[in-house]
């Protein structure tokens, strides 16, 4: 019985995931009991006191009895009080950060999450967290409610536009662990997931170093054109030729840019890199210098990606 | 057809009969008490309708305080002060009208309507003169709406969605309220109602006391709180 | 006709009325020129309050009624402050955090957060308060 | 059966009058009708026609979860399909069901009365009741809402479809609630036969009564809420949408302040016919007659207060997440009550088991499924892991369907013989009981697993792992719609056969029994006085079985 309703939950994460599913049996367990008894005596009953064959239809009149009512009544009651604690108790844990929290923020639109971690760097698709580190979600919205849901956490939260909202939990378990979007959110709402990948501290270092694992077997081509996609590029610099506040990256490279000041360059990887880390040094002519630096928050492999996906925007 | 039934199962009282009671009722009193439970039931869902809106303000007054004690600024409190004047003056006369037509007083029932009527369209032309008003200045409701160019504060433009919201709500009731008094006010002159039948005067009066009651809070929450 | 009492002539009750819902209507105009602070508000509607119950008591005739109109009404008000109540009650509580076992923290975590946000470059990452429509 | 009822059939048949189903047969005497059975009944027809339409939604949904990714159609019109199938069922079907179409009809029978309090009003909230129906008919023409029936804000604001058309819908329909809420109130005030007091009324009525309780205080609000979206949608009031300074949370409780007791709305009625059919079946007086009627104007009052327990993740403030959930504990008692004393009327009884008796028992067992898993909801915690999952639709459905929708097929069959003045095959009665019942387990027992696995709500793709318990749920889909229709054939060719019902066939004790089946147009020849309080067994000739 207990393997089968472990079954029915999905892995545990955490070691709240493991105080809910505690919790979670005891409930099951009381309702079941309360299930034997209601539905046994409404199957047990018909069927004891079928009106037989030619017994006649007086029954036996009994209007109530104070002492059964009191019993269903005050039972009942007293249990909810138990199950009140209980769940309150263990839900303050879900929201009740430790002072030591490492804080990412998450962002969620439609139909996708970012990350962004404090050293500044960001990424969209998957949580990169370290083992045993307790970590706070801070989280919105850019445009409707989404939901933030790790089952293996048993932590949720709406995300909110216009509020920030947060949640905790601490990892114990290495893994991959699904995260879903659980508010309705429109067309994709169901393609709107995440993975939540869970290392240990030597994996998380490297992984800050030198980005996700995957980006050792990606084309640096893709690992620029996630960059453009979940890190606001593609607001101002279009892959279409439309002028937007930044130029088109159609057709860029190789190109010889009139500057702001009156001079001129070609876009080379050098340009590139400069503009990305201090993108006010030399603004394209007929454009404000509005583009924030990224210094700090994209890695070398990042920024070579970006070069890459430029190149190849004919 | 129901008078002679209602006389046969005896719960009919002689001095009460009256050609408009219902066959399914036993007698009159049952009739008016039933169209009365009815009524406050009805005006039971009108204090919630309102009640949103009284929500949506307080919440919204609790996260824009600096705009609401601005643009209140924008109302004319003497127009607002004025109204309330009418409106209690109007429900003075409809209680009477109502007392009138218990105690059979015909002619003092159909002045008393009017009078109520008439106080009902002066509290509708205030209330155009105080949104023209409004109007000209484009403190109008509704962000699609509101082209207010003066300094002030942000938020203001809810205070106007809900200054809008409100009393316009308040003030379809007022027009629903003059269609139906114009309605007992014919049936008044047709004599209808006499102290063994008067329901309907009962009831546009219970009706016209909370479209009252409702701008006895309406006034202070908007014209008058800083 | 529900209660026989009301067949006689009640014009001076009436007028009565009138005029005290009149002179409180001066007193609440004459009161919103003072500033109580914080208390405006209450003695509107605490003035507001007395107008209604008269309107209600007495011209709507709830004192000499049959009590059941006036459970009626009155279970109205109840509802209708349930609905404020728990709403004022979840706005005003939200801003504060929890860090601890029922420890209400103020402001700061989130004040926190949102430099934090701000600091954090990439365009198109800018608060959403701060997106005008 | 047909043995013992046969005699008293035949006794019943031979003069019998005027009923008010032959009294005038034209269109206009049915349309102009003031009548509240003939009201009722054509508002049974188009409840039922809603539950085809939303049944056969229902049937859509399932069949495209089959397998993940596209089966029969694409997300956008999967999401159409959802929000209508919830806003039928909801608005059209569950919420007037029993108190406008059962409740109309058997309410005044019950009470003695002739019609109820305001005929007129009555017919009139019909009529609205369609044009409310007419408009939700046009949204769904002219593009269809996919913003799911809670309407969320922002992206209802925000989303194309026909969400304001919708939204006056509701609106509309929110009016023909309230009218036969208040109706009904005045009725049971009111028009009670003589010797009928409040302790004398039948269980059934006190249901009704705090139903309609509810349908007063809390339906204005959804209408105000509703102006409140269209604006917002139309001119940007700026309460809900947080791009103008709106909070979207805000919406959240205006709407759930109606929809927390409308959940209330749909069940108190259900409620209220077990407690008519399991004491006549059971043929034996109700157990703690008072504890059953308290325990409903209980339910009425504390569903005001719960309404936060919908909102647990929605970023409502942790302190009102505890307040809700401390009172939302405190709902269940009183359904429990009620419960038990149901599972004690059957002690000691004589049961028969036709028809609205199996319904009745299956309503006990699925009801108190969907109460139980109620506390795994109402507990914050873990109601953090599965709101918004499939645990919460299978919950839902255990308390609607199993209880509502079982409830109402039982009150259906209890009174069709009253209504119809007809008989139908008990027979097949009963395997379409059985139908149902294993169809709907099959196909909402699977769910509370997919939910607890994580599976989230209103996905119109999901992981592989959960393909197979989505296959199941299917399946039991099918056996389901299969049930329904085979009630569906009986039930129609029972009205082809001759009127044959007596005047009580099932031995009650309430009022509306003591008239002819169908009954007259003015319900009784005289004004019924009440001799005993209802289901009391001691007075009734005990027939032999």
């Known amino acids: 019985m207990n393997e089968w309703l472990r079954s029915t939950l999905p892995i ?156 905790t939990f601490t990892p114990t378990v290495k893994g991959e662990f699904q995260i879903f979007c659980a508010e309705y959110c429109g067309k994709d709402h169901s393609g709107m997931l995440a993975m939540l990948k869970v290392m240990d501290d030597a994996e998380y270092e490297v992984f800050k170093r030198e980005g996700p694992p995957e980006y050792k077997t990606m084309d640096p081509k893709l ?33 010889t840019e009139q500057f702001a000041d009156g001079t001129s360059g070609v876009v080379d990887e050098n340009y590139i890199r400069q503009s990305v880390l201090e993108p006010q040094a030399k603004v394209v002519k007929g454009f404000e210098p509005v583009m924030p630096t990224f210094q700090g928050s994209l890695r070398p492999v990042e920024i070579n990606g970006i070069i890459a996906f430029i190149k190849g925007q004919k | 057809m129901s008078v002679a039934e209602n006389i046969e199962h005896g719960h009919g009282h002689a001095a009460e009969l009256s050609p408009f009671q219902q066959h399914h009722f036993a007698t009159a009193q049952q009739q008016n008490e039933a169209s009365k439970i009815g009524m406050w039931l009805f005006l039971v869902t009108e204090v919630l309708l309102f009640g949103g809106l009284f929500v949506g303000y307080g919440l919204s007054h609790a996260k824009f305080p600096e705009a609401w004690k601005s643009a209140h600024h924008h109302l004319q409190r003497e127009l607002g002060a004025l109204n309330t004047v009418v409106l209690l003056v109007s429900s003075f006369t409809m209680v009477m009208a109502v007392q009138a037509a218990k105690l059979n007083r015909r002619k003092q029932l159909i002045g008393n309507l009017w009078v109520t009527i008439i106080c009902a369209c002066i509290f509708l032309v205030v209330k155009y003169f105080e949104y023209s008003h409004k109007y000209h200045e484009g403190l109008l409701p509704f962000k699609a709406f509101y082209s207010y160019q003066g300094p002030q504060v942000p938020g203001e433009f809810h205070f106007f969605s809900f200054y809008f919201m409100m009393t316009g709500l308040h003030g379809f009731h007022i027009l629903g309220g003059i269609a139906v008094l114009l309605w007992v006010l014919k049936r008044s002159y047709a004599g209808d109602f006499t102290s063994a039948y008067y329901t309907p005067v009962d009831l546009i009066g219970l009706y016209w006391h909370l479209v009252d009651l409702i701008w006895i809070y309406l006034f202070p929450l908007l014209y008058l709180i800083s | 006709m529900s209660s026989h009492a009301s067949h006689h002539d009640h014009t001076k009750l009436y007028a009565g009325t009138l005029l005290t819902l009149l002179v409180l209507t001066g007193i609440t105009v004459a009161a919103s020129y003072f500033d109580f602070g914080s208390a405006n508000v209450v003695v509107a509607m605490f003035i507001a309050t007395v107008k209604a119950s008269l309107v209600a008591l007495i011209f709507m005739h709830l004192k000499d009624d049959k009590p059941v109109n006036a459970v009626i009404f009155c279970g109205s008000m109840v509802f209708l402050s349930i609905f404020l109540g728990f709403c004022m009650l979840d706005v005003d509580s939200r801003e504060k955090v929890s860090t601890g076992k029922l420890t209400w923290v103020e402001e700061q975590d989130r004040e926190e957060a949102k430099k934090k946000v701000k600091a954090s470059p990439p365009a198109g990452h800018s608060a959403p308060a701060a997106e005008h429509h | ?193 003589p010797g009928m007091g409040w302790f004398e009324m039948p269980l059934f009525v006190w249901g009704i009564y705090s139903t309609s309780v509810i349908q007063v205080l809390a339906t204005p609000v959804i209408g105000i809420t509703m102006v409140l979206l269209g604006l917002e949608r139309a001119f940007g009031i700026g309460i809900f949408d947080p791009r103008i300074g709106g909070d979207p949370v805000l919406f959240q409780h205006f709407f759930w302040f109606y929809s927390h007791p409308a959940v209330y709305i749909m069940i108190l009625p259900g409620m209220a016919i077990i407690s008519e059919v399991i004491p006549t079946f059971s043929h034996r007086t109700i157990f703690g007659y008072r504890g059953i009627a308290f325990s409903s104007v209980a339910i009425a009052l504390v569903s005001f207060i719960v309404w936060g327990h919908h909102m647990f993740t ?81 919950h839902f459905h255990y308390v609607m369907m199993g209880g509502t929708v079982i409830a109402f097929l039982a009150g259906l069959h209890y009174w069709w013989p009253k209504m119809f003045g007809r008989m139908y095959n008990e027979r097949l009665a009963a395997i379409s009981c059985a139908l149902i019942f294993v169809g709907f387990n099959t196909t909402f027992l699977t769910q509370f697993v997919l939910g607890s696995r994580g599976m989230p709500r209103r996905y119109y793709n999901y992981l592989d792992q959960f393909q197979q318990l989505h296959m199941y749920s299917t399946f039991g889909s099918w056996i389901l719609g299969a049930g329904f229709f085979l009630m569906a054939g009986y039930l129609l060719a029972s009205l082809r056969g001759p009127k044959n019902a007596p005047m009580d066939p099932w031995g009650g004790t309430t009022l509306e029994w003591q008239t002819q089946s169908p009954p007259i147009t003015h319900n009784f020849h005289d004004v019924p006085v009440l001799k005993h309080a209802p289901y009391d067994y001691r007075n009734i000739p005990q027939g032999e079985a």
């Open chain 1, 223 to 255: 690992i620029g054109e996630t960059i453009y996609k979940t890190r606001g590029c593609q607001s101002c610099h279009s892959l279409d030729g439309t002028k937007g506040d930044g130029p088109s990256f159609k057709g860029i490279w190789g190109k």
């Open chain 4, 314 to 394: 929605s970023g409502q403030s942790q302190l009102i997440n505890a307040v809700f959930s401390f009172l939302t504990f405190l709902v269940g008692i009183p359904s429990g009550i009620k419960v038990f004393n149901w599972v004690a009327t059957m002690y000691k009884g004589r049961i028969t088991l036709k028809a609205p008796m199996l319904f009745a028992i299956s309503f006990l067992l699925l009801f108190t499924i969907g109460g139980l898993t109620g506390l795994f909801l109402g507990s914050l915690s873990i109601d953090i892991h599965l709101h918004d999952t499939y645990f919460v639709v299978a």
């Open chain 1, 12 to 167: 545990v994460g955490s070691e709240h995931a493991r105080d809910i599913d505690t919790f979670y049996f005891f409930v099951f367990y009381l309702s079941l009991f309360f299930f034997i008894i209601v539905g046994g005596l409404a199957v047990y009953f018909p069927i004891k006191y079928r009106l037989k064959p030619g017994e006649t239809r007086r029954s036996a009149h009994i209007t109530d009895n104070f002492f059964l009512e009191m019993l269903w009544t005050v039972v009942p009651s007293l249990l909810c009080f138990v199950l009140f604690f209980w769940g309150f108790n263990t839900y303050l844990a879900a929201f009740t950060v430790p002072n030591d929290a490492m804080e990412i923020y998450v962002r969620g639109r439609k139909w996708n999450w970012t990350f962004e971690y404090p050293d500044g760097m960001a990424g969209g698709g998957t949580l990169y967290v370290p083992l045993n580190r307790p970590i706070k979600l801070i989280m919105d919205s850019e445009d409707v409610l989404h939901a933030f849901y790790i089952p293996a956490m048993r932590i949720k939260q709406d995300v909110i536009p216009g509020r920030y909202v947060y949640m």
């Open chain 4, 1 to 193: 059966m047909a043995d013992v009822l046969h005699h008293q059939i035949h006794a019943a048949s031979d003069h019998r009058e005027v009923d008010y189903l032959s009294d005038g047969r034209g269109i206009r005497d049915w349309l102009y009708t003031v009548d509240h059975k003939r009201i009722g009944v054509m508002y049974l027809f188009f409840i039922i026609l809603s539950f085809f339409v939303g049944g056969m939604l229902a049937l859509a949904i399932r069949l495209e979860l089959l397998y993940p990714g596209r089966t029969i159609m694409d997300a956008e019109t999967y999401n159409r399909v959802f929000t209508l199938h919830g806003a039928v069922m909801v608005f059209l079907f569950i919420i007037p069901s029993i108190p406008a179409a059962l409740g109309n009809f058997v309410l005044p029978l019950m009470l003695g009365a002739k019609d109820v309090a305001f005929p007129k009003l009555n017919l009139a909230s019909f009529y609205i009741y369609c044009l409310g129906a007419t408009m939700m008919i046009g949204a769904i023409i002219s593009g269809g809402v996919d913003t799911g029936w809670t309407f969320y804000t922002p992206y209802s604001t925000s989303t194309n479809g026909a969400v304001t058309l919708t939204a006056m819908g509701v609106f509309t329909l929110g009016f023909s609630s309230i009218f036969t809420g208040i109706n009904f109130i005045a009725t049971i005030h009111k028009l009670r036969a």
